[in-house]
C-alpha cells in the first residue's frame, strides 16, 4: 500500500558529506513522522535522526551538528544531509515512516520502512 524509496548512498572520504533521499508513495492519506535509522555490522538499528510533520527535529547525540533532517510534505519526501562524516557512520540508513494509509475500509496506521542504503566512510 505505502512505499519508500531511499536514495544518495555510497562511498565517501572522511571529512566528506553525502545527502540521502526517500520518497513515499502509495495509498496516502497523511504522513505523521518520518526519520531515519542505521544499522552497522553486527550492531542494533539505532535512530539518527527523526522529524514531525510541524517541522520538529531530534538527533542521535553522535550526529547533531553534522547532520541536518528535513522534509518536502508537498512530495512526501524526506532528506538526510550529512556533513563532516566519519568512518564510524559506516553502516546501512533505513527511512522509516509513520502513515495514516487510506484503505477501502477506511484509514489504517503503518510503520514502514525503506530496503536501505549503504553509506561507506573510508580513505
Known amino acids: 500500500q505505502v512505499q519508500l524509496v531511499e536514495s544518495g548512498g555510497g562511498l565517501v572520504q572522511p571529512g566528506g558529506s553525502l545527502r540521502l533521499s526517500c520518497a513515499a508513495s502509495?495509498?496516502?492519506?497523511?504522513?505523521?513522522?518520518m526519520g531515519w535509522y542505521r544499522q552497522a555490522p553486527g550492531k542494533q538499528r539505532d535512530l539518527v535522526a527523526a522529524?514531525?510533520?510541524?517541522?520538529?527535529?531530534n538527533y542521535a547525540a553522535s550526529v547533531k551538528g553534522r547532520f541536518t533532517i528535513s522534509r518536502d510534505n508537498a512530495k512526501n519526501t524526506v532528506y538526510l544531509q550529512m556533513n563532516s562524516l566519519k568512518p564510524e557512520d559506516t553502516a546501512v540508513y533505513y527511512c522509516?515512516?509513520?502513515?495514516?494509509?487510506?484503505?477501502?475500509?477506511?484509514?489504517?496506521?503503518?510503520?514502514?520502512w525503506g530496503q536501505g542504503t549503504l553509506v561507506t566512510v573510508s580513505s
Open positions: 502509495g495509498s496516502i492519506f497523511r504522513i505523521a513522522a
Open positions: 522509516n515512516a509513520a502513515v495514516v494509509a487510506a484503505t477501502e475500509g477506511g484509514y489504517r496506521d503503518l510503520e514502514v
Open positions: 522529524i514531525t510533520s510541524g517541522g520538529t527535529t
